[in-house]
T-cell receptor, first 112, second 109 residues
Framework: DVKVTQSSRYLVKRTGEKVFLECVQDMDHENMFWYRQDPGLGLRLIYF???????EKGDIPEGYSVSREKKERFSLILESASTNQTSMYLC???????????FGPGTRLTVL | SQQGEEDPQALSIQEGENATMNCSYKTSINNLQWYRQNSGRGLVHLILIRSNEREKHSGRLRVTLDTSKKSSSLLITASRAADTASYFCHVSGTYKYIFGTGTRLKVLA
């Protein structure tokens, strides 16, 4: 059974903290994605990666960075969390030949 | 904005009825997909239609695509209470991955 896991389901942080969100997939997928989901705005792409150590900016990369040191792991980093980064964060992966994205369960981040 | 847009934003129907939701997008695409999200969870892939296809079926799902109008529709026939969820369209092109804003479907038993 294919699986994408995220390190936390719920996370509460304070303004200015450095936050790491981890995503791991066990499908040997080349492509991995980070989205944030907000009411009325749908899913917006933050960053994606098509290979180890490769990264591309999505639509809303400001305030975020990513790291992909190993194929199975894609990390999203908030260098200095702000209240407007309170959101649901969804990770996904996709194989090179298949267009279907497989999603993790999401991390609901609250920044106080 | 590159966002896709679905309409209606919310839809409430009785069990057994059909549900239709629409998606419009702005960019050129390779394919269009529909995903489903149960409350507060990750998304699950439902169906994919390629840009050179006009209609596709999968079980109780029927998807149409009109690339000239940059629009798609998802029809769920004979709806069930378990179909209650949010539905998102997703378009992809070269290094483009765009989700719509979603339709919240509620099926009443």
């Amino acid at each position: 059974d294919v699986k994408v896991t995220q390190s936390s389901r719920y996370l509460v942080k304070r303004t200015g903290e450095k936050v790491f969100l981890e995503c791991v997939q066990d499908m040997d997928h080349e492509n991995m994605f980070w989205y944030r989901q907000d009411p009325g705005l749908g899913l917006r792409l933050i960053y994606f990666s098509y290979d180890v150590k490769m990264k591309e900016k999505g639509d809303i990369p400001e305030g975020y960075s990513v790291s992909r040191e190993k194929k199975e792991r894609f990390s999203l980093i908030l260098e200095s969390a702000s209240t407007n980064q309170t959101s649901m964060y969804l990770c996904a992966s996709r194989g090179r030949e298949n267009n279907e994205q497989f999603f993790g369960p999401g991390t609901r981040l609250t920044v106080l | 904005s590159q966002q896709g847009e679905e309409d209606p934003q919310a839809l409430s129907i009785q069990e057994g009825e059909n549900a239709t939701m629409n998606c419009s997008y702005k960019t050129s695409i390779n394919n269009l997909q529909w995903y489903r999200q149960n409350s507060g969870r990750g998304l699950v892939h439902l169906i994919l239609i390629r840009s050179n296809e006009r209609e596709k079926h999968s079980g109780r799902l029927r998807v149409t695509l009109d690339t000239s109008k940059k629009s798609s529709s998802l029809l769920i026939t004979a709806s069930r209470a378990a179909d209650t969820a949010s539905y998102f369209c997703h378009v992809s092109g070269t290094y483009k991955y765009i989700f719509g804003t979603g339709t919240r479907l509620k099926v009443l038993a």
